[in-house]
């Protein structure tokens, strides 16, 4: 579909630092504003338009020290009108009808008070001129003081979060330790962020994306497909294919898949394996050899890799299609490093053997089990959807966890395909994976074991906030709900997905306030 671009001709762009406008009572102050703009993704590509942070795809890098709160003004300066197909038939659904473009902005991982998380339905139009039922404020308060960890903003106003995300808004967001710095991690120019995304051109360099997200994505959708869309082509931190000069030393990347429905398996050609230090929500205990790395839709990995072996040479970063790819599928290449840079210096970095202290994970302490299930359904147009638990965005609240318990919820995905599972305002820890007969389920509903529980992969041994849950298979993880009492969501990070009706709001009670609406569990 997207013209044919040479790979590896532009050099990887490190998105550029914000700085706060001013202090207030020492608190940082920043604005951001999202506007129109055109930026050139590769070579041979004609800029295209996009909707970015401050003007920038991705979205200016927050580098955050732990523990010091800081204000962001999120302004809305876009176009009332998309320039992306809008498929209003599900906004239809929703009850929404859609005057204008909508935008909210989610500290993805963040532990974020309600009125500052970014609630879909907390939406603001240009100006601020309408808002949605559930804004509260104009400026967002992050404290940064949970665990340090990479941390992602995006876009996440309901049922058009898809476009918005894809249209350019997100960025990357480190809280970091002061204290790391005794670890002696790659750092300074050799720590780098890195936001893979998939994307199609048109010929004139203008992003292509379906009218209903079905690929290839024509006027008429097959409707026994569930929505999803892939790119051809992979973009780090905002283009096409790039190269990375490199020393022949150690380097630590910061990873965000921040694609739509594309989940990668990173490796690298060379062979030689990741030392993969951190997820989501932080550091690992110790560090973990991967020879491939899953990355499903929001996950992170913070990696360590050693270039120290290949001076002189080319390594590729590849993403495994398996073995039934079409040869035609370009998707299978990320980026190139040239081990090409003297050594400045001597790389006095290292690989710590043990980085943060994660609790064995015990149910002794929790307070309710649910069992969710992850399920397809019909809307009215006939049209397949993604439910989380038969429930509908509009249906009333159902997880209402008391503030300072900890659950454990148990998500049987009774579909053929992996979702990856996303709660707000918490980092939680996966307990195990288990196989049920997924026939039998759907015929029948009842839950057959298959097979025994697995536990975590090691690299997912740590926080994590988004948790890969394979079709017919139960995956239970397990958090406590704190420090903050209100309304989040949770959902499919396939954000076609999540708009699709994959997202269900949750409600932390605080027994000790008034009773909300939301039924109590018992
Ligand atoms: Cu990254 Cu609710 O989202
Ligand atoms: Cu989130
Ligand atoms: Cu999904």
Redesign the pocket.
């Known amino acids: 579909m997207s013209p044919n671009l040479e790979k590896f001709v532009d050099r990887l762009p490190l998105a550029e630092k914000i700085r706060p406008v001013r202090e207030e009572g020492g608190i940082a102050y920043y604005e951001v504003t999202m506007e129109e703009f055109w930026q050139k993704l590769h070579r041979d590509l004609r800029p295209t338009r996009l909707w970015g942070y401050n003007r920038s795809f991705p979205g200016p890098l927050f580098d955050v020290p732990h523990g010091k709160k800081i204000r962001v003004k999120w302004t809305n300066h876009l176009p009332q009108r998309h320039f992306l197909p809008m498929d209003t038939t599900i906004l239809d659904e929703m009850g929404t009808d859609f005057p204008e473009v909508r935008t909210v902005v989610?500290l993805?991982g963040g532990e974020t008070e309600p009125d500052s998380d970014g609630y879909p339905e907390a939406w603001f139009t240009r100006d601020f001129n309408k808002t949605g039922p559930d804004f509260k404020k104009e400026v967002y308060e992050y404290t940064n003081s949970q665990r340090p960890a990479t941390l992602?903003y995006?876009d996440?106003a309901i049922g058009i979060t898809r476009l918005n995300v894809y249209a350019g808004l997100a960025g990357m967001y480190i809280i970091r330790d002061p204290k790391e710095k005794a670890f002696h991690l790659p750092s300074g120019k050799y720590e780098i962020p890195l936001l893979l995304t998939d994307r199609t051109f048109n010929n004139d360099g203008s992003l292509f994306y379906p009218r209903q997200p079905q690929n290839p994505g024509p006027e008429t959708p097959d409707p026994s497909v569930v929505p999803f869309f892939l790119g051809d082509t992979i973009l780090v931190n905002g283009k096409v294919w790039p190269y990375l000069e490199v020393e022949p030393r150690k380097y630590r990347f910061r990873i965000v898949n921040a694609s739509n429905t594309r989940a990668y398996r990173l490796y690298l050609d060379s062979g030689q394996a990741f030392y993969q230090i951190g997820t989501d929500g932080g550091l690992l205990r110790r560090p973990v050899q991967v020879e491939n790395l899953a990355l499903e839709p929001?996950e992170r990995a913070d990696l360590i890799l050693d270039f120290s072996e290949y001076a002189g040479q080319t390594i590729l970063l590849k993403n495994d299609l398996g073995p039934n790819a079409d040869p035609a599928d370009q998707t299978g290449d990320v980026m190139q490093f040239r081990v090409v840079l003297p050594v400045a210096g001597e790389d006095t970095s290292r690989i710590p053997r043990s980085l943060s202290s994660i609790p064995v994970p015990s149910s002794h302490n929790v307070s309710a089990i649910r069992h969710l299930k992850l399920t397809g359904a019909t809307d009215s147009y006939g049209r397949p959807l993604l439910l989380l638990d038969k429930k509908r965005w509009m249906d009333p609240v159902t997880e209402t966890p008391r503030l300072g318990t900890t659950e454990i919820w148990s998500l049987a995905n009774t579909t053929a395909f992996t979702h990856p599972i996303?709660i707000?305002l918490i980092q939680f820890q996966i307990l195990d994976r288990r196989p049920f007969d997924l026939d039998l389920y759907n015929e029948t509903g009842q839950i057959v074991y298959t097979g025994p529980a697995t536990p975590p992969e090691p690299n997912e041994r740590g926080f994590k906030d988004t948790v890969a849950a394979p079709g017919g298979q139960i995956t239970r993880v397990m958090m406590r709900f704190s420090p903050y009492a209100g309304d989040y969501?949770w959902?499919c990070?396939i954000l076609e997905h999540e708009d699709y009706d994959m997202m269900r709001p949750f409600q932390v009670i605080d027994p000790d306030l008034p009773a909300s609406d939301g039924p109590l569990l018992d």
């Open positions: 989610h993805h992602w995006h996440h929001a996303h707000h969501v959902h990070h």
